[in-house]
T-cell receptor, first 111, second 110 residues
Framework: GIQVEQSPPDLILQEGANSTLRCNFS?????LQWFHQNPWGQLINLFY???GTKQNGRLSATTVATERYSLLYISSSQTTDSGVYFC?????????????FGTGTSLTVIP | EPEVTQTPSHQVTQMGQEVILRCVPI?????FYWYRQILGQKVEFLVS????????KSEIFDDQFSVERPDGSNFTLKIRSTKLEDSAMYFC????????FGNGTRLTVT
């Protein structure tokens, strides 16, 4: 199956700092999403971004499908940004395929 | 924004018992999924469901597991004869691009 790798695995930031999280995938994909898993375990959808760039407040994401990677940018980080960030991809082809999750980046923002 | 609703939020059961986890998908979505996350690990695909039948399943989804949509609205995951290693967070998801997840059911098998 497709390989989805995220880096770095762990990240500690001082509040106010910026960071970039990376997701590499080994095959062509239909869809790519970024999720934030909060301390309660909920998976919050951040971006649906199969290609291009999107921004939502302090967060933005870019997917370069032809080079098989996506980046999530967090600017002016806050303690509430702490948690695990997952990317998930759906293989190219028919819709309704399973999504494959990366292993996640665990982010801790310290005040 | 429409939500995927899962019940219960927590379930504690004894080894060997059967559990049923319930999900109410977003009404106009056609593809339904169950995923599992063992504590501290990544989210793993279990099964996808389309047009009232399983369309894809993983190696994890063995004969111990079953899914159905009994009344056209609820989407259920049944785990027969639970084992300690079934303890995990179980997520229901539905797809209308993007994929929407419920808040999960935390299953603890003792």
């Amino acid at each position: 199956g497709i390989q989805v790798e995220q880096s770095p695995p762990d990240l500690i930031l001082q509040e106010g700092a910026n960071s970039t999280l990376r997701c590499n995938f080994s095959d062509s994909v239909n869809n790519l999403q970024w999720f934030h898993q909060n301390p309660w375990g909920q998976l919050i959808n951040l971006f649906y971004i199969p290609s291009g760039t999107k921004q939502n407040g302090r967060l933005s994401a870019t997917t370069v499908a032809t080079e098989r990677y996506s980046l999530l940018y967090i600017s002016s980080s806050q303690t509430t940004d702490s948690g695990v960030y997952f990317c998930a991809v759906e293989l190219a082809g028919n819709t309704g395929n399973q999504f494959y999750f990366g292993t996640g980046t665990s982010l801790t923002v310290i005040p | 924004e429409p939500e995927v609703t899962q019940t219960p939020s927590h379930q504690v059961t004894q080894m060997g018992q059967e559990v049923i986890l319930r999900c109410v998908p977003i009404s106009n979505h056609l593809y339904f999924y169950w995923y599992r996350q063992i504590l501290g690990q990544k989210v793993e695909f279990l099964v996808s469901f389309y047009n009232n039948e399983i369309s894809e399943k993983s190696e994890i989804f063995d004969d111990q597991f079953s899914v159905e949509r009994p009344d056209g609205s609820n989407f259920t995951l049944k785990i027969r004869s639970t084992k300690l290693e079934d303890s995990a967070m179980y997520f229901c998801a539905t797809q209308g691009s993007p994929l929407h997840f419920g808040n999960g059911t935390r299953l603890t098998v003792t």
